[in-house]
Nanobody, 114 residues
Framework: QVQLVESGGGLVQPGGSLRLSCAAS????????MGWYRQAPGNERELVAS???????DYVDSVKGRFTISRDNAKNTVYLQMNSLKPEDTAVYYC????????WGQGTQVTVSS
């Protein structure tokens, strides 16, 4: 059974930082591609960052230079380091893993507000 457990969300002031984590079990982690989506109220879900099994990364333009996605295959965990956060980054963030099928985490709320 595949399970993704997210952590690291919360409330942060503009300009602050957060690191999201997504721990996976039940999959061949090193063979999977993975990433993070986000969804703000009234908006469609948006792909924020992705990382392939060879380590290739991609980002939506609005977070380039501020967010960094990484993976630790030994810990079966993918991370999203978010720096210089802005109010428009406020959303529920979902990790996903693509290995044979597509799996989703439960979502974690990120709120950027003063």
């Amino acid at each position: 059974q595949v399970q993704l457990v997210e952590s690291g969300g919360g409330l942060v002031q503009p300009g602050g930082s957060l690191r999201l984590s997504c721990a996976a079990s039940g999959i061949f982690f090193s063979m999977a591609s993975m990433g993070w989506y986000r969804q703000a109220p009234g908006n469609e879900r948006e792909l924020v960052a992705s990382i392939m099994r060879d380590g290739t990364t991609d980002y939506v333009d609005s977070v380039k230079g501020r967010f960094t996605i990484s993976r630790d295959n030994a810990k079966n965990t993918v991370y999203l380091q978010m720096n210089s956060l802005k109010p428009e980054d406020t959303a529920v963030y979902y990790c996903y893993v693509h290995w044979v099928s597509l799996y989703w985490g439960q979502g974690t709320q990120v709120t950027v507000s003063s």
